[in-house]
């Protein structure tokens, strides 16, 4: 009896505390710890190996991540990577499966995760861009075919290893990816945030720290540059999914296939020739973002000039100053709210006017699709002289940095 009793009470206490016998803050490490594993899959296996083949990954290290997300999230492999890639391929429409700029910010924040599901279901999705990913027994037979059924194994292992605080544990794991993921990444970083490139979406970098998620908070770089394993561009930004990747790489067990281009700049040449024009097409989105700036500095000297004058609180300040906030995006990024504001502004300052006019006359030259190339070096040629001679130092320089560009 005495024996019976013995076990009795270590198998409830083992029920409460868990085999770990671990500390609250133990368990709230775990809890942390297994979070950005699943974290670090999602960006490094899903997103990057899987949907966009920036990176290959050893067998090992794959077959770890599909496992650990079979067991912390449920997650098809299949799902995921056509439904991020349609995201791509129908980014802010109606065919987008998520975007905050068709759905709704507080649809996509709140229910990203039912979102992910109604797509998950739609055959033609799958169909069309799922190709490439695994199909071998383990994921028709176990991962695909028992989705669930490794989150349940998942909820067994927590409270077999913390008792009755292995629910919590499960509890967060399972709100980890639908809230960060499905919300807070598809949601905010299409919404809220600031731009390094003007991508042809409305994507934005939620912080220059990409460490929460795995450097997924970098999201307009990304899309800017979306086959790149590397999504950090600026020397203040760190993407924490790329230092993974990097040790990866130097153990053998990880080889990059792209990163995002670099512009170089060489010589100097006289006029510009086809291989500027590739440089320039390659380098657009860098060059256009350098272009911006210009812009904004055009923006600066002429409001130093009104403060000058003691017009600080005239309408031409605030028109300006509007300008100086919006000049630099394209012209469909502009609030129709602030757009007569702008183009007021522009009227009255030529030189930022000219600016602007010449922007979308260089932005041709990779938006024309039924111009030979070398009609598209002659219109180069053409802009880089009319820049140089407008009188506008920050046109004159800008021609001599493309006509320096390299592939």
């Not at 989150?151 to 399972?174: K, R």
């Not at 790329?242 to 281009?261: E, F």
């Not at 010449?358 to 002659?378: D, F, G, I, K």
Request: proline share 3%; with cysteine; charged share 20%.
């Amino acid at each position: 009896m005495e024996l019976v009793s013995t076990m009795w009470n270590g198998a409830i206490n083992g029920l409460a505390h868990g085999w770990l016998h671990a500390t609250w803050w133990q368990v709230l490490l775990c809890t942390l710890v297994f979070t950005h594993v699943t974290i670090a899959a999602v960006t490094i296996y899903l997103h990057r190996s899987q949907a966009h083949r920036a990176l290959d990954l050893h067998p090992a290290v794959a077959h770890f991540f599909r496992l650990w997300l079979w067991l912390s999230t449920g997650m098809v492999t299949k799902e995921w990577v056509a439904i991020h890639r349609k995201h791509h391929a129908k980014c802010e429409t109606e065919d987008d499966p998520h975007s905050p700029q068709t759905r709704g910010i507080k649809k996509v924040l709140l229910e990203g995760a039912e979102l992910y599901r109604a797509e998950a279901k739609n055959a033609e999705t799958l169909s069309k861009f799922s190709h490439g990913t695994p199909d071998d027994w383990v994921e028709r037979n176990l991962y695909t075919r028992y989705s669930w059924q490794g989150v349940g194994v998942m909820l067994l292992v927590n409270v077999f290893l913390f008792g009755a605080a292995g629910l919590t544990v499960w509890a967060v794991q399972m709100m980890w990816i639908p809230i960060n993921a499905a919300g807070i990444i598809n949601g905010l970083g299409h919404f809220w945030g600031y731009r390094n490139f003007e991508a042809p979406d409305a994507s934005t970098n939620v912080s220059p720290w990409g460490v929460i998620i795995g450097g997924e908070e970098l999201h307009n770089n990304h899309h800017t540059y979306p086959t790149s394993a590397k999504f950090s561009i600026k020397p203040y930004e760190f993407d924490i999914g790329w230092v993974y990747i990097s040790v990866l790489v130097k153990c053998g067990l990880a080889s990059v296939r792209k990163t995002a281009p670099k512009l170089a700049l060489g010589t100097i040449r006289p006029v510009a020739d086809s291989q500027t024009l590739e440089a320039i097409i390659a380098h657009r989105y860098e060059l256009m973002a350098g272009y911006g700036r210009e812009l904004k500095a055009a923006c600066r000297v002429e409001l130093a000039r009104l403060k000058a004058e003691g017009q600080q609180h005239s309408p031409k300040w605030n028109q300006l100053h509007l300008a100086h906030r919006w000049l630099h995006r394209d012209d469909d990024r502009i609030p129709q709210a602030v757009r007569l504001q702008v183009e007021t502004a522009r009227a009255e300052h030529p030189v930022l006017d000219k600016l602007v006019t010449m922007r979308e006359e260089l932005r041709q030259l990779w938006t024309r699709t039924n111009v030979s190339a070398e009609q598209l070096v002659a219109d180069l040629q053409a802009w880089c002289k009319k820049a140089e001679e407008s009188g506008i130092a920050a046109l004159q320089e800008f021609a001599l940095r493309l006509r320096s560009a390299h592939a």
